[in-house]
């Protein structure tokens, strides 16, 4: 049987799914496919290469930092958040935590980053062999936000965030052959995302990449529709979405050290439900 796990990311909410992932890994719980999205990538990079409690680290102390993320990076480089600070600075072999590379290589578990075209709006599904020692791309082209972030270029090619192309890839996960999946979100299942700060976002980058902005605009309708259809999976018994009930005053950009600790430790807790879920 081959079991998959999807984190959906959600900028700093993404802590939530950090507590579920430590969790996994103090238990010992495997997966045989793992698909991250935005910050949903970073977690799970950390994941597959053994390193609990790294981005713990990064969300609730390298977050709070100046070079992380703040209106200096906007107005100095166009981008709230410094890319190339998060997963090169810090996660180079030489970095202050580096990131396991070799642990990440070797594990047999598959990995996707999913990162959206800004040219076509479409998703691009990046894996394994797109990741290499002290290149970690895929995961800045995944975590662009638009707007607030630049669009991030892999070989000419300019990427912004995969929320935009594929928000909550549960049919990517089955038509790679999994049998059961794990759904990582990090707002409450039952609450329905809603395009008014997407519409905004999409206006500042009609002009210059207007089949991303048409992506931004539908962001919210297809986040719904794959939750609906995560849930009608969960009906099914082929899934198990795991959510916080709340999300303690985090949102995607906020950076309150205490309320991330909240949001990690729901996470930490409610991973009990996959370990349920994988007996």
Same mark, same amino acid.
Request: with cysteine; glycine share 6%.
């Given at each position: 049987m081959k079991n998959g796990i999807i984190d959906v990311g959600g900028g700093f909410r993404g802590i939530y799914a950090c507590g579920v992932l430590d969790y996994c890994l103090d238990q010992n719980i495997r997966f045989d496919l793992g698909i991250g999205i935005s910050a949903g990538s970073a977690n799970l990079a950390s994941f597959i290469a053994g390193q609990r409690g790294r981005n713990f680290t990064f969300y609730t102390e390298y977050g709070l930092r100046k070079q992380y993320a703040g209106v200096g990076? &906007?107005?100095?480089?166009? !981008?709230?958040?410094?890319?190339?600070?998060? @997963?090169? *600075?810090?996660?180079?072999?030489?970095?202050?935590?580096?990131?396991?590379?070799?642990?990440?290589?070797?594990?047999?578990?598959?990995?996707?980053?999913?990162?959206?075209?800004?040219?076509?709006?479409?998703?691009?599904?990046?894996?394994?062999?797109?990741?290499?020692?002290?290149?970690?791309?895929? &995961?800045?082209?995944?975590? !662009?936000?638009?707007?607030?972030?630049?669009? @991030?270029? *892999?070989?000419?090619?300019?990427?912004y965030d995969g929320a935009l192309g594929d928000p909550v890839p549960v049919e990517k996960a089955f038509a790679l052959g999994c049998d059961r999946v794990v759904v990582l979100l990090t707002k409450p299942k039952n609450i329905l995302r809603t395009s008014e700060k997407d519409e905004k976002l999409a206006a500042r980058i009609r002009k210059r990449y207007p089949n991303a902005a048409e992506k931004l605009r539908q962001r919210a309708n297809r986040y719904d529709e794959g939750v609906a259809l995560a849930q009608e999976y969960a009906r099914q018994g082929k899934a198990l979405i795991v959510a916080p009930d709340d999300t303690c005053g985090v949102s995607t950009l906020s950076r309150d050290p205490s309320d991330m600790k909240r949001l990690y430790d729901k996470g930490y807790t409610d991973g009990e439900k996959v370990k349920s879920f994988m007996c």
């Open positions: 990076n &906007f107005i100095r480089k166009g !981008s709230f958040i410094d890319m190339d600070y998060v @997963y090169g *600075i810090l996660s180079n072999h030489d970095g202050e935590n580096p990131l396991n590379y070799a642990g990440l290589r070797d594990n047999p578990m598959e990995f996707i980053v999913v990162a959206a075209n800004a040219v076509t709006g479409e998703a691009k599904y990046f894996d394994k062999r797109d990741i290499r020692q002290d290149d970690y791309s895929v &995961f800045k082209a995944s975590s !662009s936000i638009p707007f607030v972030c630049k669009p @991030y270029f *892999i070989q000419g090619t300019p990427y």
